[in-house]
């Protein structure tokens, strides 16, 4: 297996932030293929300021990422065991290589307002224990005009066609702010859940049993749910009913620390 691991180097992130700019939080993307969705997301995050450093799992995709352009971007290419998307798994081989104090885990199907980052980071430094999340506005479709090139001018136009599609304003996993000691002390997310469904209120229903506030900054920020095809069988029935039943469990055992019995965020 090969990957390729390496934060940027501070004089790289520097130069795009300045140097009273840093954050010392880490967003945290697992993807497998959604190339497309992901260049849109990365480039979101570009037209963000300040501009946190990303660290992107890419658990087993068909194509290799490949996005120079981005001095903050570290990549984990993962091989082994990913012909099916286990996103616990791939997370948690993130969180186990991030080293700010904070990390922020966001989908790689979304797309931010310019101050989402600095509002999460602010939320983080000013409370100890919360653990920041945000429901998301979903996008039937990407207007063919509109590339990543020119989403940062665009951004409050597809945001305004997410907030008229019709499709509900919800979501508890795009967004998982949280101190990075304590995600890796508990042990990151339960690599129970396989397929969709379950594991990122699993992760938030920890968080709050070990006594962090649930805080939503929708207030604050925005962001922006792209479409993408919902078949195969990560999505399948039964899978989904299945991680559902782990979940009302977990509440039912109040378990706060996960994957006790195996290793964890193995690449």
Avoid at 65 to 86: A, N, V
Avoid at 94 to 123: E, M
Avoid at 212 to 236: D, R, T
Wanted: glycine residues 6%; hydrophobic residues 35%.
């Amino acid at each position: 297996m090969r990957h390729r691991f390496k934060f940027p180097e501070k004089s790289a992130v520097l130069g795009q932030l300045g140097e009273s700019k840093i954050m010392d939080l880490t967003v945290l993307i697992a993807r497998k293929d959604r190339g497309k969705n992901l260049s849109y997301c990365l480039a979101s995050i570009a037209a963000c300021k300040p501009v946190p450093p990303v660290l992107v799992v890419d658990f087993g995709s068909a194509k290799a990422l490949c996005f120079p352009q981005y001095p903050w971007l570290s990549i984990i290419r993962g091989k082994r065991k990913t012909d099916f998307f286990h996103k616990a798994r791939a997370l948690n081989i993130g969180i186990r290589k991030i080293k700010t104090k904070y990390l922020c885990i966001v989908d790689a199907d979304q797309i931010f307002s310019p101050n989402f980052f600095s509002v999460v980071y602010r939320r983080l430094v000013k409370t100890p224990k919360v653990f920041v999340m945000c429901r998301t506005y979903f996008l039937r479709k990407i207007p063919n005009e509109i590339t990543p090139n020119n989403l940062r001018r665009n951004y409050e136009h597809l945001l305004h066609l997410a907030k008229t599609s019709g499709l509900k304003y919800h979501g508890d996993g795009c967004c998982n702010g949280v101190r990075t000691d304590w995600a890796k002390s508990v042990r990151g997310y339960d690599e129970s859940y396989y397929g969709y469904g379950g594991e990122d209120s699993d992760f938030a229903l920890r968080a709050k049993l070990a006594g962090f506030h649930h805080m939503g900054i929708e207030k604050y920020v925005s962001m922006v749910h792209l479409p993408h095809a919902k078949k195969g069988m990560y999505y399948n029935k039964d899978i989904f009913m299945k991680n559902k039943k782990r979940y009302r469990n977990k509440v039912k055992t109040e378990e706060i620390i996960a994957n006790v019995e195996e290793n964890w965020g193995n690449l």
